[in-house]
């Protein structure tokens, strides 16, 4: 079991090293650097810079030496809280995206916990009614769930939302409260808002989800371990649910390992189409204004924390397999 | 096969069909006989002759596309509250998931079968199954339904018992696994047991313990077991009675003694034959069956044994299904040979009263 | 596996084989309780397989495969739907009726005009002309339908030239007007913010949308498979590292990382270096599924019994890879291209709706949905939200035909 986390805990680390590379290569990867830009951006509101203005600021930022000193330097910094300087904002990186941040993972955990509170019961439903019109009908919404691309998603449930409801469903925030401080009505607030990003973002993970419970469950139900219960005299409803349901989350549990990087990456786009104060925006203008210490650092802190919560997975798979907690 | 008694379980003309997509598969198909109190019923036959599915269709434990068609299975249960009285119950027409069912499955017909790797959910422990099939039938808390599974575990030979309750099964050897799925079985002291190759996945060493096991627990307690495989030396070994199967039919029924010295049907004789003996010389090819089992979507007409029979009598055999003939001893046969005339058999009369679906 | 038989099996057509398997009786040791008798044992006789299992039995991988997938129904449609798709990308400029690229102020967002089949009970396909007027209190251009000015629409008519599979130059277009220009008078589906014609556009879209796809699994799928085989042939820390490399674009938020990747293609670049930049970039980060088939595969065939009988018989490495092992991945390789390119058809369709993609002038599904970013623009303009509909089905018919292939890919088992 010890071994288990250790081997998982290891791999974590190198994935977060190697996604920390990558986040510093994309900051290093538009041509010319941060400087070029800034003083682009200075001579643009009419400020002149000198060349040896030019070199001080590069001396300053480091950006004369190699790829590997640069990514030495810039991960000291991070590891010490200081992810760098917005140019586009004049605002430490921290302070722009801390609350987003933490609404990007508010936003992913809800739509994970709707994926598997619509997938679980239809998932098993599909799988013991395996043919009937309602298996068929949860596979054909699954296939359609899969297909669409959860911006377009994103449009159209604003589409309906507004030519039927006459809402505006997007952000996460009433008017009145998107400027305040924390407090429990804003807490509420919060919360009434998050079904409908949840369910945009949730239903591919959704029909993915349903149909692997649907295919781990049919396996499963052909197993001996299913007549032997039978045969006990458990009546159908309680051996499904003890046995085969049971077995069948197993591999469900270690999905959502690969369900979060999904949703994440899911939400940056959606939150853009449905305006939510979550990091997606906030990457796409970065990006656009080439606002580079911003872009990596969200680039890292999304990667870190999907790998955080994959981590966490797996620990709940450690949890609930006793297969794997007897190992070793 | 006489016995005063009137017998545990009978079976009547058994029909269990699978309506499959690609067409109708006669699993079993008119299969009839009796299982007596304290003794062992064997059936063999090859693999697919509906063996499993004839067992399954007692405890009503068909799968889909599977669905019993006709016949009877009569259960003569006694009553738990001590007077002689013995109820008559038509498992044929019990609900499907009802009471009734659930309350024989498990506490009148134990099932012990072949894969002891995966007859067990592999994330309980094997005590959690054993206490469960405890509790189902029996109002025991959960203190003193752990004691009962100690015991049975005693019973059937685990050594360390307490312990083995709270192990998983992959930690567990296949034969531990297989007297702990016997256990299970036994756990509330079913009336009958079916043990559907209990011991084909098992080691030969392994085997042998628990085919004695078996015989052990059927003496202590008197059940009744019916004992399905494909291995006639285990036959031997522990039937009373036998049945042959082929295709979903009883090719042939008697004692052990009356099977192995005075086999009828060509079927048996052919199995008998594909034993090998020590006393036969060496280096002489032992015989086998010709042929192969039909595919079950298309079976032969007349009597389905005919294109791999040695004694296959054209116009006879391929046109028209044998009857089933009983010998003064009781003996059951269902061939030919042994029907007055059969070669001359009239065309018209025989294709009259029969069809292929009998 | 006693009686398993009996439980249906996987085939609904007759010439296919049941499992092959399933008709074999388990190997039966003898028990130690008599020392003489043995199992039930069965010799088959090959020559009683009946003539269409011969007809398997000589099959190649291909027409196996090729039975099996016709008979699923909702692959064969999906593979009918995206044929039709790709006959677009060849006569894009044949179903165009306007130059994408043709823009006019006085015709911006023009709703889709509604087409009329029959004209006094005679055939007679015609549109009404468009007047426009700006509406007083909102200053929009407002757009009113002209019973009185009716556009007949012709077909294989003349419009403006370009040359048919690139090099056969020609002006004929499916639809044409009779006596008007057509570029100023006929919006099927409407107009853009600049007066673009939104069908014109959506035909040029589909051939960029659905070729970069393609051009982006090729690249994958060279990666994949030279990252899977070389893994999977030789195990060991080549293995390893490559099993690591996997992990970790599967495990970090693929989207955000097109993005900063995207972003960093420049500006100035032409159509056709954007074009193959942002193609590599969803290469680069969609080959792991292609090379966890392969590698899944190779690692499988690699313990086969037939793989061991053909060393054993003397083949040589090369042979054993080229004549035993290629064709088995290859059909794999097959269903999960199939699989893999609807995904890359959003990874572009995505980054160029965020601006990120390919930028205009390029047209691309995903650059005709930028138009219909925010809210106003799908409420007061809905049309301009119809280049979704392309991307949906054709994911759901890739989806539905990779599904088909994959189950072909298996001949003997699902």
Same mark, same amino acid.
């Given at each position: 079991m010890l071994g288990y986390i250790i081997r998982r805990a290891l791999f974590s680390l190198v994935t977060i090293f190697l996604v920390s590379i990558l986040s510093f290569a994309i900051i290093q990867l538009?041509?010319?650097?941060y400087v070029d830009s800034y003083i682009a951006q200075l001579q643009a509101s009419g400020t002149p810079v000198s060349t040896s203005e030019a070199e001080n600021l590069r001396a300053r930022y480091g950006l004369d030496e190699p790829f590997a000193v640069q990514y030495g330097l810039w991960m000291r910094q991070v590891l010490r809280g200081n992810l760098g300087?917005?140019?586009?904002?004049?605002?430490?990186v921290r302070e722009v995206i801390g609350d987003r941040l933490a609404l990007t993972m508010v936003v992913s955990v809800a739509a994970l916990v709707f994926t598997w509170m619509i997938a679980l019961p239809i998932g098993i439903f599909s799988a013991v009614r395996q043919y009937s019109v309602a298996d068929y009908i949860a596979t054909t919404i699954g296939f359609m769930g899969l297909a669409v691309p959860n911006f377009l998603f994103a449009l159209v449930v604003m589409y309906i939302g507004w030519s039927v409801?006459?809402?505006?469903?997007?952000?996460?925030?009433s008017a009145e409260y998107e400027?305040?401080?924390?407090s429990f009505g804003k807490f509420l607030n919060l919360l009434s808002h998050l079904p409908v990003p949840a369910i945009v973002l949730g239903t591919a993970a959704t029909a993915q989800g349903i149909r692997v419970l649907r295919n781990n469950l049919l396996d499963e139900l052909r197993k001996p371990y299913v007549v032997t219960a039978r045969a006990k005299g458990l009546s159908e409803t309680r051996l499904i649910l003890k046995y085969p349901v049971r077995v069948a989350l197993n591999p469900l549990a270690s999905t959502i390992g690969y369900m979060l990087p999904f949703i994440v990456s899911g939400s940056v786009i959606v939150s853009i189409v449905l305006s939510l104060p979550t990091v997606g925006p906030v990457l796409l203008t970065s990006l656009q204004s080439q606002d580079m210490f911003l872009a990596g650092a969200i680039v890292l802190l999304l990667g870190v924390m999907t790998i955080i919560g994959t981590f966490l997975s797996d620990m709940l798979l450690l949890l609930i397999d006793p297969r794997i907690r007897m190992e070793d | 096969m006489s016995t005063e008694e009137a017998p545990l379980l009978s079976v009547k003309d058994l029909q269990t069909h699978f309506f499959t997509d690609e067409g109708l598969v006669?699993?079993?198909?008119g299969v009839t006989f009796d299982i007596h109190r304290g003794k062992t019923l064997g059936v063999v036959g090859e693999?697919?002759?509906g063996k499993s599915v004839t067992a399954r269709s007692l405890m009503r434990?068909?799968?889909?596309?599977?669905?019993?068609v006709g016949g009877s299975i009569m259960l003569r249960k006694p009553r738990?509250?001590?007077?002689n009285q013995i109820d008559e119950i038509e498992?044929?027409?019990?609900?499907?998931?009802g009471r009734e069912i659930r309350s024989i499955r498990g506490e009148s017909i134990g099932l012990v079968f072949q894969e002891p790797m995966t007859s067990?959910?592999?994330?309980?422990t094997i005590g959690n199954q054993i206490i469960e099939a405890i509790q189902l039938h029996r109002p025991l808390d959960d203190r003193a339904a752990r004691n009962r599974a100690t015991e049975l575990l005693t019973m059937v030979g685990v050594s360390r018992p307490e312990e083995r309750l709270d192990?998983?099964?992959?930690?567990?050897s296949g034969g531990l696994r297989q007297r702990a799925m016997i256990a299970m079985a036994l756990a509330c002291e079913p009336d009958l047991l079916i043990a559907d190759e209990?011991?084909?996945?098992?080691?030969v060493t392994t085997q042998s313990q628990i085919l004695e096991l078996l015989q052990d627990l059927q003496e202590e307690n008197g059940m009744a077991v019916m004992l399905i495989t494909h291995n006639l030396g285990v036959i031997a070994e522990m039937a009373d009675d036998v049945v042959v199967m082929y295709l979903g039919q009883v090719a042939e029924k008697g004692t052990v003694d009356e099977i192995f010295y005075a086999p009828k049907h060509p079927y048996t004789k052919a199995l008998l034959q594909s034993i090998p003996n020590i006393y036969q010389p060496s280096r002489v090819e032992l015989p086998t069956i010709s042929?192969?089992?039909?595919h079950p979507y298309n079976r032969p007409a007349g009597c389905p044994f005919h294109p791999r029979c040695p004694e296959f009598m054209p116009g006879t055999c391929d046109v028209h299904v044998p009857e089933t003939l009983v010998s003064p001893t009781g003996q059951h046969v269902r061939c030919f040979?042994?029907?007055?005339g059969a070669v001359r058999i009239d065309r018209e009369e025989a294709t009259a009263g029969k069809d292929a679906s009998q | 596996m006693a009686d398993q038989e009996y439980k249906p099996s996987h085939s609904p057509d007759p010439t296919e084989p049941a499992d092959?398997?399933?008709?074999r009786p388990p190997a039966t040791p003898g028990t130690g #309780?008599?020392? &003489?008798s043995d199992a039930v044992e069965t010799v088959y006789d #090959?020559? &009683?397989?009946?003539a269409a299992e011969d007809r398997v039995a000589v099959a190649s991988q291909f027409q196996l495969m090729w039975w099996r997938f016709r008979r699923h129904r909702l692959a064969m449609f999906g593979g009918i739907v995206i044929l039709l798709f790709y006959s677009v990308v060849v006569f894009a400029d044949f179903l165009?009726? #306007?130059?994408?690229? #043709?823009?006019?102020a006085e015709r911006s967002l023009m709703p889709p005009q509604r087409v009329y089949l029959f004209d006094d009970g005679s055939f007679s396909p015609h549109v009404f002309g468009l007047d426009s007027r700006r509406n007083?209190? &909102?200053f929009q251009r407002e757009y009113f339908a002209n019973p009185d000015d009716k556009i007949e629409l012709s077909f294989f008519a003349e419009g403006f030239e370009y040359n048919l599979f690139g090099f056969i130059p020609t002006n004929r277009h499916l639809i044409g007007t009779k006596d008007r220009e057509i570029g100023e008078s006929v919006f099927l589906l409407g107009t853009d913010v600049q007066g673009r014609d939104m069908w014109s556009r959506l035909m040029y879209a589909t051939r960029i949308s659905l070729t970069i796809g393609l051009v982006a699994v090729i690249v994958s799928i060279a990666l994949g498979v030279v990252m899977g085989g070389l893994s999977g042939f030789y195990g060991g820390w080549v293995d390893m590292v490559v099993q690591r490399m996997m992990e970790l674009l599967y495990s970090i938020p693929t989207i955000p990382l097109w993005m900063g990747l995207a972003a960093a293609?420049?500006?100035?670049?032409?159509i056709l270096r954007i074009y193959f930049a942002i193609t590599v970039i969803i290469a680069l980060i969609g080959w792991t599924e292609l090379a966890r088939v392969v590698r899944g595969r190779l690692l499988a065939l690699r313990e086969e019994d037939f793989v061991m009988a053909a060393n054993l018989a003397g083949a040589s490495q090369f042979r054993v890879i080229f004549v035993h092992l290629v064709p088995l991945v290859l059909s794999h390789i097959i269903a999960a291209v199939s699989l893999a390119l609807p995904a890359m058809i959003v990874a572009e369709t995505s980054l160029s709706f965020l601006g990120l993609g390919l930028r205009p002038p390029a047209v691309s599904w995903g650059v005709l949905l930028q138009g219909a970013q925010n809210i106003q623009a799908v409420a007061? &303009?809905?049309?301009?939200?119809?280049?979704a509909i392309p991307v949906i089905v054709v994911i759901l018919a890739f989806s539905f035909l990779g599904d088909g292939l994959r189950d072909a890919a298996d001949p003997y088992g699902m």
């Amino acid at each position: 079991m010890l071994g288990y986390i250790i081997r998982r805990a290891l791999f974590s680390l190198v994935t977060i090293f190697l996604v920390s590379i990558l986040s510093f290569a994309i900051i290093q990867l538009p041509p010319g650097d941060y400087v070029d830009s800034y003083i682009a951006q200075l001579q643009a509101s009419g400020t002149p810079v000198s060349t040896s203005e030019a070199e001080n600021l590069r001396a300053r930022y480091g950006l004369d030496e190699p790829f590997a000193v640069q990514y030495g330097l810039w991960m000291r910094q991070v590891l010490r809280g200081n992810l760098g300087t917005s140019m586009q904002w004049q605002r430490p990186v921290r302070e722009v995206i801390g609350d987003r941040l933490a609404l990007t993972m508010v936003v992913s955990v809800a739509a994970l916990v709707f994926t598997w509170m619509i997938a679980l019961p239809i998932g098993i439903f599909s799988a013991v009614r395996q043919y009937s019109v309602a298996d068929y009908i949860a596979t054909t919404i699954g296939f359609m769930g899969l297909a669409v691309p959860n911006f377009l998603f994103a449009l159209v449930v604003m589409y309906i939302g507004w030519s039927v409801f006459g809402l505006n469903v997007g952000g996460l925030f009433s008017a009145e409260y998107e400027l305040q401080g924390w407090s429990f009505g804003k807490f509420l607030n919060l919360l009434s808002h998050l079904p409908v990003p949840a369910i945009v973002l949730g239903t591919a993970a959704t029909a993915q989800g349903i149909r692997v419970l649907r295919n781990n469950l049919l396996d499963e139900l052909r197993k001996p371990y299913v007549v032997t219960a039978r045969a006990k005299g458990l009546s159908e409803t309680r051996l499904i649910l003890k046995y085969p349901v049971r077995v069948a989350l197993n591999p469900l549990a270690s999905t959502i390992g690969y369900m979060l990087p999904f949703i994440v990456s899911g939400s940056v786009i959606v939150s853009i189409v449905l305006s939510l104060p979550t990091v997606g925006p906030v990457l796409l203008t970065s990006l656009q204004s080439q606002d580079m210490f911003l872009a990596g650092a969200i680039v890292l802190l999304l990667g870190v924390m999907t790998i955080i919560g994959t981590f966490l997975s797996d620990m709940l798979l450690l949890l609930i397999d006793p297969r794997i907690r007897m190992e070793d | 096969m006489s016995t005063e008694e009137a017998p545990l379980l009978s079976v009547k003309d058994l029909q269990t069909h699978f309506f499959t997509d690609e067409g109708l598969v006669r699993a079993v198909d008119g299969v009839t006989f009796d299982i007596h109190r304290g003794k062992t019923l064997g059936v063999v036959g090859e693999s697919g002759c509906g063996k499993s599915v004839t067992a399954r269709s007692l405890m009503r434990i068909i799968d889909r596309p599977g669905k019993i068609v006709g016949g009877s299975i009569m259960l003569r249960k006694p009553r738990n509250d001590g007077s002689n009285q013995i109820d008559e119950i038509e498992i044929g027409e019990l609900t499907d998931d009802g009471r009734e069912i659930r309350s024989i499955r498990g506490e009148s017909i134990g099932l012990v079968f072949q894969e002891p790797m995966t007859s067990f959910s592999p994330v309980h422990t094997i005590g959690n199954q054993i206490i469960e099939a405890i509790q189902l039938h029996r109002p025991l808390d959960d203190r003193a339904a752990r004691n009962r599974a100690t015991e049975l575990l005693t019973m059937v030979g685990v050594s360390r018992p307490e312990e083995r309750l709270d192990e998983l099964p992959f930690q567990m050897s296949g034969g531990l696994r297989q007297r702990a799925m016997i256990a299970m079985a036994l756990a509330c002291e079913p009336d009958l047991l079916i043990a559907d190759e209990p011991t084909t996945a098992l080691d030969v060493t392994t085997q042998s313990q628990i085919l004695e096991l078996l015989q052990d627990l059927q003496e202590e307690n008197g059940m009744a077991v019916m004992l399905i495989t494909h291995n006639l030396g285990v036959i031997a070994e522990m039937a009373d009675d036998v049945v042959v199967m082929y295709l979903g039919q009883v090719a042939e029924k008697g004692t052990v003694d009356e099977i192995f010295y005075a086999p009828k049907h060509p079927y048996t004789k052919a199995l008998l034959q594909s034993i090998p003996n020590i006393y036969q010389p060496s280096r002489v090819e032992l015989p086998t069956i010709s042929g192969s089992i039909p595919h079950p979507y298309n079976r032969p007409a007349g009597c389905p044994f005919h294109p791999r029979c040695p004694e296959f009598m054209p116009g006879t055999c391929d046109v028209h299904v044998p009857e089933t003939l009983v010998s003064p001893t009781g003996q059951h046969v269902r061939c030919f040979l042994y029907t007055e005339g059969a070669v001359r058999i009239d065309r018209e009369e025989a294709t009259a009263g029969k069809d292929a679906s009998q | 596996m006693a009686d398993q038989e009996y439980k249906p099996s996987h085939s609904p057509d007759p010439t296919e084989p049941a499992d092959p398997d399933a008709a074999r009786p388990p190997a039966t040791p003898g028990t130690g #309780a008599d020392r &003489t008798s043995d199992a039930v044992e069965t010799v088959y006789d #090959a020559s &009683t397989g009946a003539a269409a299992e011969d007809r398997v039995a000589v099959a190649s991988q291909f027409q196996l495969m090729w039975w099996r997938f016709r008979r699923h129904r909702l692959a064969m449609f999906g593979g009918i739907v995206i044929l039709l798709f790709y006959s677009v990308v060849v006569f894009a400029d044949f179903l165009a009726y #306007a130059s994408p690229q #043709a823009s006019e102020a006085e015709r911006s967002l023009m709703p889709p005009q509604r087409v009329y089949l029959f004209d006094d009970g005679s055939f007679s396909p015609h549109v009404f002309g468009l007047d426009s007027r700006r509406n007083p209190q &909102t200053f929009q251009r407002e757009y009113f339908a002209n019973p009185d000015d009716k556009i007949e629409l012709s077909f294989f008519a003349e419009g403006f030239e370009y040359n048919l599979f690139g090099f056969i130059p020609t002006n004929r277009h499916l639809i044409g007007t009779k006596d008007r220009e057509i570029g100023e008078s006929v919006f099927l589906l409407g107009t853009d913010v600049q007066g673009r014609d939104m069908w014109s556009r959506l035909m040029y879209a589909t051939r960029i949308s659905l070729t970069i796809g393609l051009v982006a699994v090729i690249v994958s799928i060279a990666l994949g498979v030279v990252m899977g085989g070389l893994s999977g042939f030789y195990g060991g820390w080549v293995d390893m590292v490559v099993q690591r490399m996997m992990e970790l674009l599967y495990s970090i938020p693929t989207i955000p990382l097109w993005m900063g990747l995207a972003a960093a293609v420049p500006d100035h670049w032409s159509i056709l270096r954007i074009y193959f930049a942002i193609t590599v970039i969803i290469a680069l980060i969609g080959w792991t599924e292609l090379a966890r088939v392969v590698r899944g595969r190779l690692l499988a065939l690699r313990e086969e019994d037939f793989v061991m009988a053909a060393n054993l018989a003397g083949a040589s490495q090369f042979r054993v890879i080229f004549v035993h092992l290629v064709p088995l991945v290859l059909s794999h390789i097959i269903a999960a291209v199939s699989l893999a390119l609807p995904a890359m058809i959003v990874a572009e369709t995505s980054l160029s709706f965020l601006g990120l993609g390919l930028r205009p002038p390029a047209v691309s599904w995903g650059v005709l949905l930028q138009g219909a970013q925010n809210i106003q623009a799908v409420a007061l &303009t809905p049309w301009l939200l119809l280049p979704a509909i392309p991307v949906i089905v054709v994911i759901l018919a890739f989806s539905f035909l990779g599904d088909g292939l994959r189950d072909a890919a298996d001949p003997y088992g699902m």
